[in-house]
C-alpha cells in the first residue's frame, strides 16, 4: 500500500500553505525546499502577534504626542488642499472666460442660442462670455 499523495506543510501550525506529494520524488522535491510535516510545524512565529510580549518590538510603536501631532497636520494638509482646490477652480474659470471673450459674439450667441439661455440683444462679449462660464458651471455639477 502506497502512503501516497502526502501533504506537506509551510508557516506554522496556525496559518500554512500546503502542497501534495504524489511520489517519493516529489516529496523529496518539497522537503528540500523546505515543505515539512504539519507535526514540525512551529506552533506560531516569533514577533508576529499574538506572540508573547517580550518578542515585541517596542519601536514600532509612536508616542501618543506623535500621534496627536500627526492628526493635527493631517487635519491641516486637509484644509490647505480644499483651499488649493477652490484657487485652482477660480484659476481655471477665468482662463476659460478669457477663452471665452476671445471667441467672435456671434459664436457666443449660437452657444447660449443652442442652450435655450437667453440674452440682451445689445450683450457686449464679457456679458456673452459670462452667460456662457454660468451655463457651463451649471451643467458640469
Known amino acids: 500500500m502506497s502512503n501516497y499523495p502526502k501533504m506537506l506543510y509551510k508557516g506554522n501550525k496556525a496559518k500554512y ?17 523546505g515543505w515539512m510535516g504539519f507535526s514540525e510545524l512551529p506552533e506560531r512565529e ?47 474659470k477665468q482662463t476659460r472666460f478669457k477663452e471665452l471673450e476671445d471667441k467672435p459674439a456671434d459664436e457666443l450667441k449660437a452657444i447660449l442660442d443652442k442652450a435655450a439661455i437667453k440674452y440682451k440683444v445689445n450683450a457686449g462679449k464679457p456679458e456673452l462670455a459670462q452667460l456662457v462660464l454660468d451655463h457651463e458651471s451649471k451643467n458640469s455639477k
Open 46 to 92: 516569533s514577533g508576529v502577534a499574538g506572540g508573547s510580549v517580550s518578542e515585541i518590538d517596542s519601536s514600532a510603536f509612536v508616542p501618543v504626542e506623535q500621534f496627536d501631532a500627526l492628526g493635527e497636520e493631517n487635519t491641516k494638509l486637509k484644509e490647505e488642499l480644499v483651499e488649493a482646490l477652490k484657487e485652482n477652480q477660480e484659476l481655471r
Open 17 to 33: 500553505e500546503h502542497q501534495t506529494a504524489s511520489s517519493e520524488e516529489s516529496e523529496k522535491e518539497l522537503l528540500d525546499s
